[in-house]
């Protein structure tokens, strides 16, 4: 069965100081992990996902995340924060047919 | 390129009546999925529909269902409506098929029985 985890219901960072939201997953197989971002009263926006290939994945509005396949994580960051970064995020992992399966979200919080 | 489009955004309805949600997919795409987002429970899988047929059904009672029409777009409906049918319903598309396609949301339709 896949899985993923957010350990924080949330994170706090100063504007221009860099964010990492984390996430770990359990999967049958290969992972197919994606990161959402919602913002209050919105659906879920894409912001990046790793299928393979280099660890190192680049996304939109200068966010990457970093797969780590020995500890099954795949850790969301942005080298600095910016105010309107605050939001609620999500891991997700994609399984047969689009399904997928979220963590429960992680609410970020970047203070001026 | 107009996104995937959702109506009605709002609803209240009363315990026991019916409800029906619109989902346009973005255009030339013709997977089409659906997800219950709660507080207390997150985001959860409802089902997936590709070419009319649904291909895969989250754990809901039968009292969801859904289905897709010819040019992609899909319906859900959910009778007999409870009070923890409360929740934003969210509709995704995907332009292919298969594992580790991106699927992209709509805004929701927010649904609140009372």
């Known amino acids: 069965a896949q899985s993923v985890a957010q350990p924080e219901d949330q994170v706090n960072v100063a504007e221009g100081n860099p964010l990492t939201v984390k996430c770990t997953y359990s999967?049958?197989?290969?992972?197919?992990l994606f990161w959402y971002v919602q913002y209050p009263n919105r659906g879920l926006q894409f912001l990046l996902k790793?299928?393979?290939?280099?660890?190192l994945v680049k996304g939109s509005y200068g966010f990457e995340a970093e797969f780590n396949k020995s500890q099954t994580s795949f850790h969301l960051k942005k080298p600095s924060a910016l105010v309107s970064d605050s939001a609620l995020y999500f891991c997700?992992?994609?399984?047969?047919?689009?399904?997928?399966?979220f963590g429960s979200g992680t609410k970020l919080n970047v203070k001026p | 390129k107009a996104g995937v489009t959702q109506t009605p955004r709002y609803l209240i309805k009363t315990r026991g009546q019916q409800v029906t949600l619109s989902c346009s997919p973005i255009?030339?795409?013709?997977?089409v999925s659906w997800y219950q987002q709660t507080p207390g429970q997150g985001l959860q899988f409802l089902f997936e529909?590709?070419?009319?047929?649904?291909?895969n059904k989250g754990n809901f009672p039968g009292r969801f269902s859904g289905r897709q029409f010819s040019n992609s777009r899909s319906e859900m409906n959910v009778s007999t409506l409870e009070l923890g049918d409360s929740a934003l319903y969210l509709c995704?598309?995907?332009?292919?098929?298969?594992?580790?396609?991106?699927?992209?949301f709509g805004e929701g339709s927010w649904l609140t029985v009372v």
């Open positions: 995704a598309s995907s332009l292919l098929v298969g594992t580790g396609n991106t699927i992209y």
């Open positions: 999967v049958s197989g290969n992972p197919y």
């Open positions: 790793y299928i393979t290939g280099d660890n």
């Open positions: 997700a992992v994609s399984d047969n047919f689009n399904k997928f399966y």
């Open positions: 255009s030339g795409h013709r997977s």
């Open positions: 529909y590709f070419s009319e047929t649904q291909r």
